[in-house]
């Protein structure tokens, strides 16, 4: 039996989808060698642009509840770390860096083909791995890298084709920058063309509600 898109992700429908989460997030994983030509590497940094606003709480994915049962450390949230850090140059090209090279990393495939199970979160240590798998090896190199564990944030979001996906949101001074497995460029929020749904909490367990912020549809020119 198929289950909704919004049953899957714990909230409230804003339209009648009937998609499934993991198994659609991996299909629709671009190869490194086919990124997009936009990728920014330089030390120039970006315009400054407005956060995406919190709405409220929200209920986090069940697969993230099962992952911060098996890796309680990654899952702790510490609040004397900074919720937001300051983009220099060095860490804007560690970004890119990290989306880059996980990107290449892992070959997309979905949680059923892989372990028989719908939703399952990991590192993807063997190589292989769906959208959220992609994001926490992004998460956890970040955090090596220096990045505290409060500004890199699990986020899910509506992609451009009303399918269920998960991003890593960034948080900065300069504005909230989006990690995805879909393209090679590190891009603000309002640049992905996504509806954004939640994200992983910075205060505590809860999860954030985003309120299904849209951002503008890209072209293929963006």
Same mark, same amino acid.
């Given at each position: 039996?198929?289950?909704?898109?919004?049953?899957?992700?714990?909230?409230?429908?804003?339209?009648?989808?009937?998609?499934?989460?993991?198994?659609?997030?991996?299909?629709?994983?671009?190869? !490194? !060698?086919?990124?997009?030509?936009?990728?920014?590497?330089?030390?120039?940094?970006?315009?400054?642009?407005?956060?995406?606003? %919190?709405?409220?709480?929200?209920?986090?994915?069940?697969?993230?509840?099962?992952?911060?049962?098996?890796?309680?450390?990654?899952? #702790?949230?510490?609040?004397?770390?900074?919720?937001?850090?300051?983009?220099?140059?060095?860490?804007?090209?560690?970004?890119?860096?990290?989306?880059?090279?996980?990107?290449?990393?892992?070959?997309?495939?979905?949680?059923?083909?892989?372990?028989?199970?719908?939703?399952?979160?990991?590192?993807?240590?063997?190589? +292989?791995?769906?959208?959220?798998? +992609?994001?926490?090896?992004?998460?956890?190199?970040?955090?090596?890298?220096?990045?505290?564990?409060?500004?890199?944030?699990?986020?899910?979001?509506?992609?451009?084709?009303?399918?269920?996906? !998960?991003?890593?949101?960034?948080? #900065?001074?300069?504005?909230?920058?989006?990690?995805?497995? %879909?393209?090679?460029?590190?891009?603000?929020?309002?640049? #992905?063309?996504?509806? +954004?749904?939640?994200?992983?909490?910075?205060?505590?367990?809860?999860?954030?509600?985003?309120?299904?912020?849209?951002?503008?549809?890209?072209?293929?020119?963006?």
């Amino acid at each position: 039996m198929r289950r909704s898109l919004f049953e899957l992700l714990g909230i409230r429908p804003f339209s009648r989808l009937t998609i499934r989460f993991a198994a659609v997030c991996a299909a629709l994983t671009v190869p !490194a !060698a086919a990124a997009q030509a936009q990728t920014q590497t330089g030390s120039i940094l970006p315009t400054i642009t407005q956060p995406v606003a %919190k709405v409220g709480a929200a209920k986090p994915i069940m697969g993230w509840v099962r992952f911060c049962e098996q890796n309680p450390s990654e899952c #702790t949230v510490d609040l004397s770390e900074p919720a937001i850090i300051e983009l220099t140059a060095k860490n804007w090209q560690v970004l890119n860096r990290v989306n880059q090279q996980v990107n290449a990393a892992i070959k997309a495939k979905s949680d059923f083909d892989h372990w028989g199970i719908e939703d399952i979160w990991d590192f993807a240590e063997d190589g +292989y791995g769906d959208c959220e798998d +992609y994001q926490l090896l992004k998460r956890k190199r970040l955090v090596e890298a220096g990045f505290p564990h409060r500004a890199v944030r699990m986020t899910v979001v509506i992609d451009e084709d009303g399918a269920g996906h !998960a991003v890593m949101m960034v948080r #900065t001074n300069r504005g909230d920058f989006i990690l995805d497995n %879909k393209r090679n460029a590190v891009l603000p929020w309002h640049k #992905t063309g996504y509806t +954004y749904i939640k994200r992983e909490g910075d205060e505590g367990l809860a999860w954030a509600s985003l309120g299904g912020r849209t951002s503008p549809t890209m072209t293929a020119n963006q």
